[in-house]
């Protein structure tokens, strides 16, 4: 399965924009990584890599609402 590429906008509508498509996970990483270092150091969740079986589900993935973490007491 490939690793897709996304670029994240969460403003009123959120949106994502597809940027590349590689086979390891190592390429993406490098690019994602480069990619926040160049056009949003201030908001490294602008790029996003997603693992799926093709770019509807990635879409998918990327777009959904997760909760936030639950904290335990000793992580406070």
Do not use: C
């Amino acid at each position: 399965m490939p690793y897709f590429v996304f670029k994240y906008q969460d403003n009123k509508f959120r949106s994502v924009d597809h940027m590349d498509t590689f086979e390891t996970y190592k390429e993406a990483k490098a690019l994602a990584k480069g990619l926040r270092v160049k056009h949003s150091p201030g908001n490294p969740n602008t790029y996003k890599v997603v693992f799926a079986q093709d770019m509807l589900e990635a879409e998918m993935l990327v777009l959904e609402k997760r909760d936030a973490p639950i904290l335990r007491e000793w992580e406070k």
